[in-house]
C-alpha cells in the first residue's frame, strides 16, 4: 500500500508566484513589471498617431476652416482655393509650353558664346 505523504503547510509561503514557469517573458515586460502593457495607453498612443498623421493634412484643414467659418467666408474660401487651382494649372501650362523654347534660347546662347572672345 502507498504511503501517504506529509504536505507540510508552513513552506507554502516559499513558492515564487512570480516565476516565468519555463515560459518566454512577455515583451515590453521587465522582471520588475515596470514594462508598459495597458492596452488603453497602446490604443489611446495608436489613436493619436493616426489621427497626428490625417489632422495635419491640408487637405483636413480645409475642411475644418469650411466648417468653422460662416457661410460667407466659406465662400470666399472656395473661390481663393479655386482661383489658386486655376493659377496653378495656367502655370504648369504655360511651363510646358515654353519649355522647347527656353532649349532654344539656351542653345542660341551656348553658340553666341562660342563666337564673343574671352
Do not use: H
Amino acid at each position: 500500500m502507498a504511503k501517504k505523504e506529509k504536505i507540510d503547510l508552513d513552506r507554502m509561503d516559499s513558492f515564487d508566484l512570480e516565476d516565468d514557469w519555463g515560459m518566454d517573458p512577455i515583451p515590453g515586460q521587465t522582471r520588475d513589471g515596470k514594462g508598459d502593457r495597458n492596452p488603453v495607453k497602446k490604443a489611446g498612443a495608436t489613436v493619436l498617431r493616426e489621427m497626428g498623421k490625417t489632422a495635419f493634412t491640408k487637405q483636413m484643414a480645409n475642411a475644418i476652416l469650411k466648417e468653422a467659418l460662416p457661410r460667407s467666408y466659406t465662400t470666399t474660401l472656395n473661390n481663393v482655393d479655386k482661383g489658386l487651382t486655376s493659377t496653378r494649372a495656367f502655370y504648369a501650362d504655360v511651363r510646358k509650353d515654353a519649355q522647347p523654347m527656353v532649349r532654344e534660347l539656351k542653345a542660341l546662347g551656348r553658340t553666341l558664346g562660342r563666337f564673343a572672345p574671352t
